[in-house]
């Protein structure tokens, strides 16, 4: 079934979704969370925005055990068609999110829209009673994640999960572990790389669609929001911020100052987010923590370095590798390797400083590989979260702390300065 409602302005759509509003309209949709269902019923979830990143969601949230996508929504027709095959049966669709959120039968929602949307949407989710998956970065704003955290705690009952998938994969949390137990002695750097080579650009269709009346001038600004700044925090914050949560973590704080450097350097094709990124961090202790990422080159790909007095952990997102330095404190070459495999298991340790490592055998089960991937595990533990009433790992105050990372870094790439936490 459809309830699309084509031609409502963009004005309409952002000015009846204020605070007041939106509770009117709709808090007597709100479904009652006293008694959690069990772990053989089925939930009721609803994806909004089922583009790249939602199609991605998607795929993880129909394999995960008693879960049904029962409600989609979309403004983009080819976006919401695709999406209502890969779920398979008759989910309602819609155009307008309120109109989803009306739905009294939803458990929870998931909402990957772009940035500057994410707000506005959880908000409401809130407010209409659903628990809520919202993709990263948080919010658009700072004062935006602080209203956010407002809301979230006036809605104790609700459950709101910032989607950090890469933060619940065997191998991270390893990471983490070595970090703080001592194995690496005291963390004073880390260094994290997103390297790819690519304009990031996305092919746009052919479509009659018109995006004015929600905000977008054209096609190309619906497609390839992450260009422009007017939707988007760019690469710090659709790939940085995945590693600096990772970071906070790693350090158990905050970071005190940072600043850094960007550009619009290789791609002159129209964006104005950055092309490449160089951003350190100055954590309150003296450690810090450097981001780059470029869109020129591949190399080191996606990798996080962790360096400690005692041995260094450079890991990515399905092996890492530990090595241990001769003497603790002084300048050496490193001392063999101890490959870490997906499973946070060690595989092998070698001699002789060997910086190619091994390889590692991948799970062969279809079980096995659900385990091993990061949107399953995150929407997995989601749902878990849903069903037994507990606080997600990455709530709404470990996604502002996040958030507030990059937000600070992108205005201190703009601004020329060193911003202070």
Not at 64 to 74: E, F, Q, S, Y
């Amino acid at each position: 079934m459809s309830e699309r409602k084509k031609g409502f302005s963009r004005r309409k759509f952002i000015g009846t979704t204020g605070l007041g509003v939106a509770g009117l309209m709709l808090g007597t949709s709100a479904k009652s969370f006293g008694a959690i269902k069990g772990a053989n019923e089925s939930l009721n979830v609803g994806l909004i925005g089922p583009g790249s990143q939602g199609t991605t969601l998607l795929r993880s949230l129909i394999t995960v055990p008693n879960v049904k996508v029962t409600a989609l929504c979309d403004i983009f027709e080819p976006n919401l068609s695709k999406a209502v095959k890969l779920v398979g049966g008759e989910p309602k669709t819609y155009q307008d999110y309120r109109k989803l959120l009306e739905n009294k039968d939803l458990d929870a929602v998931a909402i990957a829209v772009p940035l500057h949307m994410h707000f506005e949407i959880a908000q409401a989710a809130l407010q209409a009673g659903r628990n809520v998956y919202l993709e990263k970065t948080m919010c658009y704003s700072i004062e935006q994640c602080d209203k956010l955290v407002q809301l979230k705690n006036a809605h104790p009952s609700q459950r709101l999960q910032v989607g950090y998938q890469r933060h619940y994969l065997p191998v991270v949390k390893k990471a983490i572990e070595m970090s703080k137990d001592g194995a690496l002695g005291q963390v004073t750097d880390i260094r994290c790389m997103w390297h790819r080579n690519g304009s990031w650009r996305r092919p746009v269709p052919k479509s009659d669609f018109d995006p004015r009346p929600y905000g977008y001038p054209d096609l190309e600004h619906l497609i390839n929001w992450r260009m422009y700044k007017t939707y988007s925090g760019g690469l710090m914050a659709e790939l940085g911020s995945h590693m600096m949560q990772i970071v906070n973590l790693i350090y158990g704080k905050m970071p005190a100052a940072v600043t850094g450097f960007g550009g619009i350097d290789f791609y002159k094709d129209g964006r104005d987010t950055y092309d490449d990124v160089s951003v350190i961090y100055k954590y309150p202790e003296g450690q810090r923590a450097i981001f780059t990422s470029l869109t020129t080159n591949a190399h080191d790909g996606e990798r996080i370095q962790i360096m400690g007095t005692e041995g260094t952990l450079n890991f990515g997102w399905s092996d890492a590798l530990y090595y241990r330095e001769k003497e603790a404190g002084t300048q050496t070459k490193e001392e063999g390797a101890t490959v870490i495999g997906s499973t946070g298991e060690t595989m092998k340790t070698t001699t002789g400083g060997d910086q190619k490592g091994t390889k590692v055998d991948t799970p062969q089960s279809a079980q096995d590989r659900r385990r091993m991937d990061a949107g399953y595990l995150a929407m997995e533990s989601f749902i878990n979260c849903v069903r037994d009433g507990k606080n997600p790992e990455v709530d709404v105050n470990e996604g502002r702390k996040s958030a507030i990372c990059i937000l600070k870094a992108n205005q201190a790439m703009e601004e020329g300065k060193v911003m202070k936490f």
